[in-house]
């Protein structure tokens, strides 16, 4: 399998439930990121990692939470999320030294908090 | 305070003819500019890009200008095609600053009737 790959791509969860979205990528990249996209605004930068360590958090709320294990794979664990939570979440990898193409996204979590 | 912007949320055109994107910044730092499709269900696909020192791209019917002076980019295709309606996302980086990190703009949705 190639390219980047989201599961589950629509979750369902109550506010006091905890759940993890998850992305693989099988292109070799060196760095993967978290994205937020809500209706009618610029994609957001949540989380930057390269070579397995955060280099960026963009000022994310505490109720979501990454987890980096190995260059292939990134988790966003989710905890006590509010409605406005509520939007598509979208994972990126690229090759940090190699940018012509920018990134390679997966189809991304549609998440709604009820 | 944002950085990339897209003023148009939409645009509809007439299969054949031209259809023009708009995309402004505001980051002198910029150095390096990128055209994303999005599909209603998946995530953004890389489409074209252009470096600063450049002002014109060409790949098949897209052609990417950027006018520095301005701040401002731009994305034509020729002719358009039904299979052209998607939302288009501009998006810059800043590369001997930031890296790979991307800062993207709100999105057009581009009609394409038959």
């Given at each position: 399998e190639t390219g980047v790959t989201q599961t589950p791509r629509h979750l369902v969860m109550g506010m006091t439930n905890k759940k993890s979205l998850k992305c693989e990528q099988?292109?070799?990249?060196?760095a993967m990121y978290w994205y937020k996209q809500s209706a009618k605004k610029p994609l957001e930068l949540m989380f930057v990692y390269n070579f397995k360590e955060?280099?960026?958090?963009?000022?994310?709320?505490?109720?979501f939470s990454p987890e980096c294990p190995n260059s292939s794979h990134l988790f966003l664990h989710l905890h006590t999320l509010q409605p406005e939570d509520s939007a598509l979440y979208l994972c990126a990898s690229s090759q940090e030294r190699r940018f012509r193409g920018g990134y390679t996204f997966g189809s991304g979590t549609r998440l709604t908090v009820v | 305070d944002q950085q990339v912007k897209q003023n148009s949320p939409s645009l509809s055109v007439q299969e054949g003819r031209i259809s023009i994107l708009n995309c402004d910044y505001?980051?002198?730092?910029?150095d390096y500019f990128l055209w994303y499709k999005k599909y209603p269900a998946e995530g953004p696909t890389f489409l074209i890009s252009i470096s600063s020192i450049k002002d014109k791209n060409e790949d098949g019917r897209f052609t990417v200008f950027l006018n520095k002076s301005a701040k401002h980019l731009s994305l034509h295709i020729v002719p358009s095609q039904p299979g052209d309606s998607a939302v288009y996302f501009c998006a810059a980086s800043a590369r001997e600053t930031s890296g790979s990190r991307l800062t993207f703009g709100e999105g057009t949705q581009l009609t394409v009737n038959p």
């Open positions: 099988h292109l070799g990249h060196n955060q280099t960026e958090n963009n000022s994310v709320p505490s109720r | 505001t980051n002198s730092m910029f």
